[in-house]
T-cell receptor, first 117, second 112 residues
Framework: AAGVIQSPRHLIKEKRETATLKCYPIPRHDTVYWYQQGPGQDPQFLISFYEKMQSDKGSIPDRFSAQQFSDYHSELNMSSLELGDSALYFC????????????????FGAGSRLTVL | GNSVTQMEGPVTLSEEAFLTINCTYTATGYPSLFWYVQYPGEGLQLLLKATKADDKGSNKGFEATYRKETTSFHLEKGSVQVSDSAVYFCALRASGTYKYIFGTGTRLKVLA
């Protein structure tokens, strides 16, 4: 079965640089979520999109922005990178309001590890 | 606000021991509750879920029952294996929202 695809898997940047992470949700899923997980931390919700519109916003810094495109893939753009931005960034998708047992459940990608030097 | 509280780890058990990882929540309405597992270097994977009070989620020998009266969703397994070593996250999705809230995770280490 198709899963959530994230790219790149690993990314190394210098401080003050810009990074872009991509996420391809499971086909027919209508909602995409971005989470940030620092070392030994729980995933922190950043932002979500439902049907290409921003649906919820969490602890996302103003330096970060995200969008969901017409093909439902999403991109997380991070500018003026700081050392503290080093983390695993997970994308997840779900089918909101679906009834089957597999719906309404977050499915995560393998994550993109960002290292800021 | 909505929140999830998990017991702190790490939890270290011998193989075939009984496992309980406590999880309590605070939420308005009737949230859906989840347990996710994260193996080293991987993303979170759904382990089990429950969508209404008294529902029991189960998978791979793990079980958790949605207890509204105690606002709890404790994870249990009767006999753990070395391969169960991972970090376990309790999570909720409050009704009427898109956002999933995770607990801080509990690291489980099972020794042979």
């Amino acid at each position: 079965a198709a899963g959530v695809i994230q790219s790149p898997r690993h990314l190394i940047k210098e401080k003050r640089e810009t990074a872009t992470l991509k996420c391809y949700p499971i086909p027919r899923h209508d909602t995409v979520y971005w989470y940030q997980q620092g070392p030994g931390q729980d995933p922190q919700f950043l932002i979500s999109f439902y049907e290409k519109m921003q649906s919820d916003k969490g602890s996302i810094p103003d330096r970060f922005s995200a969008q969901q495109f017409s093909d439902y893939h999403s991109e997380l753009n991070m500018s003026s990178l700081e050392l503290g931005d080093s983390a695993l960034y997970f994308c997840a998708s779900s089918l909101v309001g679906g009834y089957p047992s597999g719906a309404n459940v977050l499915t995560f990608g393998a994550g993109s590890r960002l290292t800021v030097l | 606000g909505n929140s999830v509280t998990q017991m702190e780890g790490p939890v270290t058990l011998s193989e075939e021991a009984f496992l309980t990882i406590n999880c309590t929540y605070t939420a308005t309405g009737y949230p859906s509750l989840f347990w996710y597992v994260q193996y080293p270097g991987e993303g979170l994977q759904l382990l089990l879920k429950a969508t209404k009070a008294d529902d029991k989620g189960s998978n791979k020998g793990f079980e958790a029952t949605y207890r509204k009266e105690t606002t709890s969703f404790h994870l249990e397994k009767g006999s753990v294996q070395v391969s169960d070593s991972a970090v376990y996250f309790c999570a909720l999705r409050a009704s009427g929202t898109y956002k999933y809230i995770f607990g801080t995770g509990t690291r489980l280490k099972v020794l042979a």
